[in-house]
Nanobody, 126 residues
Framework: QVQLVESGGGLVQAGGSLRLACAASGRTFATLDMGWFRQAPGKEREFVGAVMWNGRTRYVDSVNGRFTISRDNGKNTVYLQMSSLKPEDTAVYLC????????????????????WGQGTQVIVSS
């Protein structure tokens, strides 16, 4: 089992920045592929970005160039640095994990991740 705990959400003005963190426990972090998803009210869960065990990253087009994912294996933590935030980025942000299969590219579908955090709310005001 893997436990995931997100932190760092909050209220920010458009154009501002936030850094989310997701602390993992229960399994060797270095063997996990990590993902960030978000879900706005009335909308489906959306892939935001992911980082594989080897550091390879992938982002949804709408955040590319504004968001950066990184991982610190020494701290068992993955980060989502969000900049130039827009009101449409408002959502609950969820951290996800999967045991790596040493694939070529990060996974983007929610059903490919077996472990989820509770989420942290991000509100971007205009």
């Amino acid at each position: 089992q893997v436990q995931l705990v997100e932190s760092g959400g909050g209220l920010v003005q458009a154009g501002g920045s936030l850094r989310l963190a997701c602390a993992a426990s229960g399994r060797t972090f270095a063997t996990l592929d990590m993902g960030w998803f978000r879900q706005a009210p009335g909308k489906e869960r959306e892939f935001v970005g992911a980082v594989m065990w080897n550091g390879r990253t992938r982002y949804v087009d709408s955040v590319n160039g504004r968001f950066t994912i990184s991982r610190d294996n020494g701290k068992n933590t993955v980060y989502l640095q969000m900049s130039s935030l827009k009101p449409e980025d408002t959502a609950v942000y969820l951290c996800a994990a999967r045991t790596t299969t040493f694939g070529a590219t990060p996974k983007v579908r929610a059903n490919e991740y077996g472990y989820w955090g509770q989420g942290t709310q991000v509100i971007v005001s205009s």
